[in-house]
Protein backbone atom coordinates (compact mmCIF):
# COMPACT_ATOMS: atom_id res chain seq x y z
CA UNK A 1 0.00 0.00 0.00
CA UNK A 2 1.53 3.63 -1.06
CA UNK A 3 1.49 6.19 0.94
CA UNK A 4 -0.73 9.07 -0.56
CA UNK A 5 0.59 12.12 -1.21
CA UNK A 6 -2.01 14.64 -0.13
CA UNK A 7 -1.96 17.67 -2.49
CA UNK A 8 -4.54 19.52 -0.73
CA UNK A 9 -2.81 19.42 2.55
CA UNK A 10 0.68 20.39 1.41
CA UNK A 11 -0.80 23.82 -0.98
CA UNK A 12 -2.86 24.52 2.45
CA UNK A 13 0.61 24.46 4.43
CA UNK A 14 2.06 26.75 1.65
CA UNK A 15 -0.50 28.94 1.04
CA UNK A 16 -0.64 29.56 5.44
CA UNK A 17 3.41 30.12 4.59
CA UNK A 18 2.38 32.38 2.14
CA UNK A 19 0.12 34.44 4.49
CA UNK A 20 2.62 34.28 6.86
CA UNK A 21 4.90 36.31 4.85
CA UNK A 22 2.10 38.77 4.00
CA UNK A 23 1.50 39.73 7.33
CA UNK A 24 5.45 40.22 7.70
CA UNK A 25 5.11 42.81 4.27
CA UNK A 26 1.57 44.13 5.81
CA UNK A 27 3.87 45.13 8.84
CA UNK A 28 6.06 47.18 6.35
CA UNK A 29 2.84 48.67 4.10
CA UNK A 30 3.70 46.20 1.43
CA UNK A 31 0.11 44.22 0.03
CA UNK A 32 1.40 41.54 -2.72
CA UNK A 33 -0.28 42.48 -5.76
CA UNK A 34 -1.34 39.86 -8.70
CA UNK A 35 -2.57 41.41 -12.14
CA UNK A 36 -4.82 38.33 -13.86
CA UNK A 37 -5.30 38.80 -17.51
CA UNK A 38 -8.10 36.60 -18.92
CA UNK A 39 -8.57 36.99 -22.65
CA UNK A 40 -11.81 35.80 -24.17
CA UNK A 41 -14.71 34.04 -22.17
CA UNK A 42 -13.31 30.25 -22.28
CA UNK A 43 -14.74 28.52 -19.58
CA UNK A 44 -12.21 26.47 -18.36
CA UNK A 45 -9.81 29.33 -18.12
CA UNK A 46 -12.32 31.49 -16.53
CA UNK A 47 -12.66 29.02 -14.04
CA UNK A 48 -8.74 28.69 -13.57
CA UNK A 49 -8.80 32.47 -13.35
CA UNK A 50 -11.86 32.60 -10.44
CA UNK A 51 -10.08 29.73 -8.49
CA UNK A 52 -6.49 31.95 -8.88
CA UNK A 53 -8.58 34.95 -7.19
CA UNK A 54 -10.10 32.97 -4.56
CA UNK A 55 -6.61 31.98 -3.50
CA UNK A 56 -4.99 35.35 -3.57
CA UNK A 57 -7.86 36.45 -1.17
CA UNK A 58 -7.33 33.46 1.16
CA UNK A 59 -3.28 34.21 1.56
CA UNK A 60 -3.90 37.96 1.55
CA UNK A 61 -2.64 38.94 -1.81
CA UNK A 62 -4.38 41.63 -3.36
CA UNK A 63 -5.72 40.38 -6.92
CA UNK A 64 -6.40 42.59 -10.22
CA UNK A 65 -8.77 41.44 -12.26
CA UNK A 66 -7.87 42.15 -16.25
CA UNK A 67 -10.67 41.13 -18.68
CA UNK A 68 -10.33 41.59 -22.04
CA UNK A 69 -12.82 40.53 -25.12
CA UNK A 70 -11.57 37.69 -27.13
CA UNK A 71 -11.32 40.66 -29.97
CA UNK A 72 -8.23 41.86 -28.25
CA UNK A 73 -5.48 43.32 -30.41
CA UNK A 74 -1.66 42.13 -29.93
CA UNK A 75 -1.16 45.84 -29.36
CA UNK A 76 -4.40 46.48 -27.00
CA UNK A 77 -2.65 43.00 -25.12
CA UNK A 78 0.87 44.81 -25.27
CA UNK A 79 -0.20 47.59 -23.96
CA UNK A 80 -1.31 46.34 -21.09
CA UNK A 81 1.45 44.09 -20.38
CA UNK A 82 3.53 47.78 -20.45
CA UNK A 83 1.40 49.23 -18.21
CA UNK A 84 1.66 46.58 -15.52
CA UNK A 85 5.27 46.23 -16.06
CA UNK A 86 5.62 50.14 -15.18
CA UNK A 87 3.07 49.98 -11.56
CA UNK A 88 5.24 49.49 -9.35
CA UNK A 89 1.96 48.39 -7.14
CA UNK A 90 1.76 45.22 -9.34
CA UNK A 91 4.14 42.16 -8.51
CA UNK A 92 3.43 39.36 -10.32
CA UNK A 93 1.76 39.23 -13.98
CA UNK A 94 -0.28 36.25 -15.27
CA UNK A 95 -1.22 35.87 -18.31
CA UNK A 96 -4.01 32.89 -18.52
CA UNK A 97 -3.62 30.80 -21.06
CA UNK A 98 -4.51 29.16 -23.72
CA UNK A 99 -4.91 33.38 -25.46
CA UNK A 100 -7.16 33.28 -28.65
CA UNK A 101 -5.74 32.02 -32.18
CA UNK A 102 -4.81 35.02 -33.18
CA UNK A 103 -2.71 36.42 -30.21
CA UNK A 104 0.88 35.45 -29.75
CA UNK A 105 1.48 33.64 -26.42
CA UNK A 106 5.07 33.47 -27.08
CA UNK A 107 5.46 37.35 -27.27
CA UNK A 108 2.95 37.77 -24.35
CA UNK A 109 5.32 35.89 -22.20
CA UNK A 110 8.43 37.41 -23.22
CA UNK A 111 6.88 41.00 -22.69
CA UNK A 112 6.20 40.19 -19.00
CA UNK A 113 9.16 41.66 -16.98
CA UNK A 114 10.89 39.11 -15.47
CA UNK A 115 10.72 40.21 -11.74
CA UNK A 116 7.13 39.88 -12.43
CA UNK A 117 6.84 36.63 -13.95
CA UNK A 118 4.88 35.07 -11.28
CA UNK A 119 4.70 31.70 -13.51
CA UNK A 120 8.02 31.02 -14.16
CA UNK A 121 7.37 31.04 -18.26
CA UNK A 122 10.00 33.85 -19.19
CA UNK A 123 13.59 32.90 -21.01
CA UNK A 124 15.04 34.60 -18.92
CA UNK A 125 13.48 32.49 -15.54
CA UNK A 126 14.19 28.96 -17.77
CA UNK A 127 17.47 30.55 -18.38
CA UNK A 128 17.84 31.54 -14.56
CA UNK A 129 16.66 27.76 -13.99
CA UNK A 130 18.95 25.82 -16.65
CA UNK A 131 21.93 27.52 -14.85
CA UNK A 132 20.83 26.75 -11.71
CA UNK A 133 20.71 30.58 -10.35
CA UNK A 134 17.41 31.93 -8.10
CA UNK A 135 14.56 32.98 -10.16
CA UNK A 136 10.34 32.00 -10.53
CA UNK A 137 10.69 28.30 -11.07
CA UNK A 138 7.50 27.13 -12.90
CA UNK A 139 4.35 26.61 -10.60
CA UNK A 140 3.44 23.19 -11.60
CA UNK A 141 7.09 20.67 -11.21
CA UNK A 142 7.91 23.44 -8.57
CA UNK A 143 4.44 22.50 -6.54
CA UNK A 144 5.87 18.55 -7.53
CA UNK A 145 9.07 19.21 -5.58
CA UNK A 146 7.29 21.01 -2.48
CA UNK A 147 5.31 17.97 -2.35
CA UNK A 148 8.56 15.63 -2.16
CA UNK A 149 10.10 17.82 0.19
CA UNK A 150 6.84 17.60 2.46
CA UNK A 151 6.98 13.65 2.53
CA UNK A 152 10.40 13.72 2.87
CA UNK A 153 10.92 12.05 -0.65
CA UNK A 154 14.86 13.41 -1.45
CA UNK A 155 15.65 12.82 -5.23
CA UNK A 156 18.94 12.79 -4.63
CA UNK A 157 20.87 9.53 -6.17
CA UNK A 158 17.60 8.64 -7.25
CA UNK A 159 16.61 7.32 -11.03
CA UNK A 160 13.74 9.62 -12.22
CA UNK A 161 11.88 9.39 -15.44
CA UNK A 162 9.85 12.89 -16.23
CA UNK A 163 7.41 11.37 -19.72
CA UNK A 164 6.55 14.41 -21.65
CA UNK A 165 8.46 17.47 -22.28
CA UNK A 166 6.07 20.55 -22.37
CA UNK A 167 7.80 23.59 -21.35
CA UNK A 168 5.92 24.23 -18.32
CA UNK A 169 5.80 21.22 -17.04
CA UNK A 170 8.14 18.37 -18.63
CA UNK A 171 11.04 20.11 -19.34
CA UNK A 172 11.50 22.77 -16.47
CA UNK A 173 10.60 19.35 -13.85
CA UNK A 174 13.44 17.59 -15.15
CA UNK A 175 15.73 19.92 -14.68
CA UNK A 176 14.17 20.74 -11.04
CA UNK A 177 15.17 16.91 -10.21
CA UNK A 178 18.72 17.28 -11.80
CA UNK A 179 19.20 20.09 -9.59
CA UNK A 180 18.22 17.79 -6.52
CA UNK A 181 20.53 15.49 -7.91
CA UNK A 182 18.40 13.12 -9.52
CA UNK A 183 19.72 11.38 -12.22
CA UNK A 184 16.88 12.19 -14.83
CA UNK A 185 15.72 10.66 -18.05
CA UNK A 186 12.83 12.74 -20.13
CA UNK A 187 10.69 10.97 -22.21
CA UNK A 188 8.45 12.16 -24.56
CA UNK A 189 5.70 10.48 -27.68
CA UNK A 190 9.38 9.51 -29.93
CA UNK A 191 10.52 7.63 -26.84
CA UNK A 192 11.24 3.91 -27.44
CA UNK A 193 9.90 1.16 -25.19
CA UNK A 194 9.05 3.99 -22.51
CA UNK A 195 7.54 1.18 -20.45
CA UNK A 196 11.14 -0.54 -20.04
CA UNK A 197 12.72 3.29 -19.67
CA UNK A 198 10.58 4.11 -16.56
CA UNK A 199 10.53 0.95 -14.61
CA UNK A 200 14.32 1.45 -13.92
CA UNK A 201 12.85 4.97 -12.29
CA UNK A 202 12.88 5.04 -8.62
CA UNK A 203 10.41 7.94 -9.42
CA UNK A 204 8.38 8.68 -12.33
CA UNK A 205 6.18 11.61 -13.29
CA UNK A 206 3.64 11.77 -15.65
CA UNK A 207 2.78 14.62 -17.76
CA UNK A 208 1.26 13.75 -20.82
CA UNK A 209 -2.10 14.47 -21.16
CA UNK A 210 -3.52 10.59 -21.57
CA UNK A 211 -6.05 9.40 -19.49
CA UNK A 212 -4.88 6.49 -17.30
CA UNK A 213 -1.50 5.69 -19.84
CA UNK A 214 0.91 4.76 -17.15
CA UNK A 215 -0.34 1.14 -15.86
CA UNK A 216 1.14 -1.34 -13.60
CA UNK A 217 3.76 -2.40 -16.45
CA UNK A 218 5.50 0.60 -16.21
CA UNK A 219 6.34 1.08 -12.83
CA UNK A 220 8.84 -0.90 -10.34
CA UNK A 221 7.98 -1.88 -7.46
CA UNK A 222 8.43 0.34 -4.52
CA UNK A 223 8.77 3.24 -7.08
CA UNK A 224 7.32 6.81 -5.65
CA UNK A 225 4.80 8.19 -8.74
CA UNK A 226 3.60 11.56 -9.46
CA UNK A 227 0.36 12.02 -11.76
CA UNK A 228 0.70 15.87 -13.38
CA UNK A 229 -2.22 14.81 -15.90
CA UNK A 230 -5.31 16.38 -15.30
CA UNK A 231 -8.06 14.34 -18.38
CA UNK A 232 -11.46 15.26 -18.81
CA UNK A 233 -13.19 12.20 -19.23
CA UNK A 234 -16.92 10.52 -19.05
CA UNK A 235 -16.16 8.83 -15.83
CA UNK A 236 -14.73 12.49 -14.26
CA UNK A 237 -11.27 14.01 -13.96
CA UNK A 238 -8.64 11.02 -14.36
CA UNK A 239 -4.92 11.51 -14.50
CA UNK A 240 -2.02 10.05 -16.54
CA UNK A 241 -1.31 7.39 -14.15
CA UNK A 242 -4.14 4.30 -13.27
CA UNK A 243 -3.95 4.96 -9.91
CA UNK A 244 -5.86 1.82 -9.27
CA UNK A 245 -3.37 -0.48 -10.60
CA UNK A 246 -0.53 1.44 -9.97
CA UNK A 247 -0.97 2.17 -5.83
CA UNK A 248 -0.79 -1.41 -5.11
CA UNK A 249 3.12 -1.19 -6.00
CA UNK A 250 4.16 2.04 -5.66
CA UNK A 251 5.69 3.41 -2.60
CA UNK A 252 4.19 6.80 -2.65
CA UNK A 253 1.47 7.98 -5.47
CA UNK A 254 -0.31 11.50 -5.93
CA UNK A 255 -4.18 11.47 -6.42
CA UNK A 256 -5.87 12.83 -9.32
CA UNK A 257 -7.65 15.22 -8.37
CA UNK A 258 -6.24 16.27 -5.05
CA UNK A 259 -2.31 15.57 -6.08
CA UNK A 260 -0.30 18.09 -8.39
CA UNK A 261 -3.39 20.36 -9.08
CA UNK A 262 -3.67 22.31 -5.78
CA UNK A 263 -0.11 22.22 -5.39
CA UNK A 264 0.04 24.14 -8.69
CA UNK A 265 -2.33 27.45 -7.28
CA UNK A 266 -0.03 27.25 -4.08
CA UNK A 267 3.32 28.55 -5.67
CA UNK A 268 1.81 30.38 -7.94
CA UNK A 269 0.87 32.43 -4.51
CA UNK A 270 4.15 31.28 -3.27
CA UNK A 271 5.92 33.08 -6.41
CA UNK A 272 3.41 36.43 -5.61
CA UNK A 273 4.68 36.13 -2.13
CA UNK A 274 8.36 36.27 -3.27
CA UNK A 275 7.83 38.69 -6.23
CA UNK A 276 6.42 41.23 -3.48
CA UNK A 277 9.81 40.93 -0.89
CA UNK A 278 12.08 40.81 -3.94
CA UNK A 279 10.50 44.06 -4.66
CA UNK A 280 9.91 45.48 -1.16
CA UNK A 281 12.76 48.46 -1.02
CA UNK A 282 16.07 47.88 0.96
CA UNK A 283 15.29 46.71 4.53
CA UNK A 284 11.53 46.06 4.16
CA UNK A 285 10.10 42.82 4.12
P1 LIG B 1 1.58 18.96 -23.57
O1 LIG B 1 0.51 18.44 -24.46
O2 LIG B 1 2.21 20.27 -23.85
O3 LIG B 1 2.76 17.88 -23.53
C1 LIG B 1 2.50 16.52 -23.44
C2 LIG B 1 3.80 15.76 -23.54
O4 LIG B 1 3.50 14.37 -23.43
C3 LIG B 1 4.55 15.97 -24.84
O5 LIG B 1 5.88 16.35 -24.56
C4 LIG B 1 4.51 14.62 -25.55
O6 LIG B 1 5.74 14.30 -26.17
C5 LIG B 1 4.24 13.67 -24.40
N1 LIG B 1 3.44 12.53 -24.86
C6 LIG B 1 2.26 12.55 -25.52
N2 LIG B 1 1.84 11.29 -25.80
C7 LIG B 1 2.78 10.47 -25.33
C8 LIG B 1 2.94 9.07 -25.30
N3 LIG B 1 2.02 8.26 -25.85
N4 LIG B 1 4.04 8.57 -24.72
C9 LIG B 1 4.97 9.37 -24.16
N5 LIG B 1 4.87 10.71 -24.14
C10 LIG B 1 3.79 11.25 -24.72
O7 LIG B 1 0.99 18.88 -22.10
P2 LIG B 1 1.37 19.64 -20.74
O8 LIG B 1 0.93 21.05 -20.80
O9 LIG B 1 2.79 19.33 -20.36
O10 LIG B 1 0.38 18.86 -19.74
C11 LIG B 1 0.49 17.48 -19.53
C12 LIG B 1 -0.65 17.04 -18.65
O11 LIG B 1 -0.54 17.70 -17.41
C13 LIG B 1 -2.05 17.39 -19.18
O12 LIG B 1 -2.94 16.39 -18.77
C14 LIG B 1 -2.36 18.68 -18.48
O13 LIG B 1 -3.75 18.89 -18.35
C15 LIG B 1 -1.72 18.44 -17.15
N6 LIG B 1 -1.33 19.64 -16.43
C16 LIG B 1 -1.62 19.66 -15.12
C17 LIG B 1 -1.24 20.73 -14.34
C18 LIG B 1 -1.54 20.70 -12.90
O14 LIG B 1 -1.62 21.73 -12.27
N7 LIG B 1 -1.69 19.52 -12.31
C19 LIG B 1 -0.57 21.83 -14.93
C20 LIG B 1 -0.26 21.77 -16.28
C21 LIG B 1 -0.64 20.66 -17.03
Redesign the pocket.
Known sequence: MATIIDGVKVAAEVRGRAAEEVRELAAHGVTPCLAVVLVGDDPASASYVRMKERDCAEVGIESRDHRLPATTSQQELDDLIDALNADPAVHGILVQMPLPEHLDPESVIERIDPAKDVDGFHPESLGHLVRGLPGFRAC?PAGVMEMLRAYDIDPSGMRAVV????T???KPMALLLLEANATVTL???R?KD?EAVCREADLVVA????PK?VDASYIKPGAVVID????RTDEGVVG?VDFAAVEPIASAITPVPGG??PM?RAMLMANTVAAAHSAAPRGQG
Do not use: E, F, K, W
Not at 163 to 166: K, L, V
Not at 228 to 231: K, L, P, T
Open positions: TIGRSIVGCHSTLAIGRMVGINDVGT
